[in-house]
C-alpha cells in the first residue's frame, strides 16, 4: 500500500515564526509533490509544487523534496493567523496516474 | 474565471434513491477526478479521467458510478446510496494527464438516512 504520512498535528507557531511541515512517503518512484491548504469547510487549494530534488521557494513558502530520504517539507516564513489551516502533502502513484495523499497536518498560528 | 463547479453543494436524500452530483470545469483540462473525504481518512480517490471516454477506478470506486462523456463534465453516479456513503465528496481537474496540479471544486456535503 503506497502511503503518504503526516502528523496531524495540531503544529501551533507563535505569529511571525516559522511554521515547518513534514511528509514522508513509501512509493519510492514517486517523482512529484504537491502541498495543498485546506481550511475548515473549504476545499483543498494548491500552494506548491515540487518535482525535483532540493528547494523550491514562492514568496512566504517554500517547499524541499528529499528523494532519498523520501521526505518532503514545507516551510513557512513570517506565518500569520490566516495560515492557520490543514495542510495536505500529496505524492504522484507510479502504479496509476493520481496522486496519493497524506491526511494533513492541521497548523494554527497564534497572535 | 477558471473554476471547478459542483452541484449541489448539500444533498440529504434516503437510501436507495439515486443520485447524480454533477461537476464541470472551464479550463479545458484533461484530467478530472472525484474524491470522497472523511475524518481521520483523508482524501480518497474515487474514480479519474484522463480524457473523454477515458476512466478509471481510484482507491475506494465500490458503490460509484462515472461517465466523461464530454471534456468539460465528469458526473459521479450513486445508483443506490447506503449510509456509509455519507462524505463531503470533491471533484478535481488538472491540465496534465497525470494528474499533477488537481484544482479542486468546492464541495459537496452528502448525507444518506
Known amino acids: 500500500q503506497k502511503e503518504v504520512e503526516q502528523n496531524s498535528g495540531p503544529l501551533s507557531v507563535p505569529e511571525g515564526a516559522i511554521a515547518s511541515l513534514n511528509c514522508t512517503y513509501s512509493d519510492r518512484g514517486s517523482q512529484s509533490f504537491f502541498w495543498y491548504r485546506q481550511y475548515s469547510g473549504k476545499s483543498p487549494e494548491l500552494i506548491m509544487s515540487i518535482y525535483s530534488n532540493g528547494d523550491k521557494e514562492d514568496g512566504r513558502f517554500t517547499a524541499q523534496l528529499n528523494k532519498a530520504s523520501q521526505y518532503v517539507s514545507l516551510l513557512i516564513r513570517d506565518s500569520q493567523p490566516s495560515d492557520s489551516a490543514t495542510y495536505l502533502c500529496?505524492?504522484?502513484?507510479?502504479?496509476?496516474?493520481?496522486?496519493?495523499f497524506g491526511s494533513g497536518t492541521r497548523l494554527q498560528v497564534q497572535p | 474565471e477558471a473554476q471547478v463547479t459542483q452541484n449541489p453543494r448539500y444533498l440529504i436524500t434516503v437510501t436507495g434513491k439515486k443520485l447524480t452530483v454533477t461537476c464541470s470545469q472551464n479550463?479545458?483540462?484533461?484530467?478530472m477526478s472525484w474524491y470522497r473525504q472523511d475524518p481521520g481518512l483523508g482524501l480518497r480517490q474515487i474514480y479519474y479521467?484522463?480524457?473523454?471516454?477515458?476512466?478509471d477506478k481510484g482507491d475506494v470506486p465500490e458503490g460509484y458510478k462515472v461517465s466523461r462523456k464530454e471534456k468539460r463534465n465528469f458526473p459521479l453516479i450513486l445508483e443506490s446510496p447506503s449510509p456509509n456513503q455519507t462524505s463531503l465528496y470533491f471533484c478535481a481537474s488538472s491540465w496534465a494527464s497525470t494528474g499533477y496540479e488537481q484544482y479542486f471544486g468546492p464541495g459537496t456535503r452528502l448525507t444518506v438516512t
Open positions: 500529496a505524492g504522484s502513484d507510479t502504479g496509476r496516474r493520481a496522486l496519493t
Open positions: 479521467s484522463m480524457n473523454v471516454e477515458v476512466t
Open positions: 479550463m479545458n483540462h484533461e484530467y
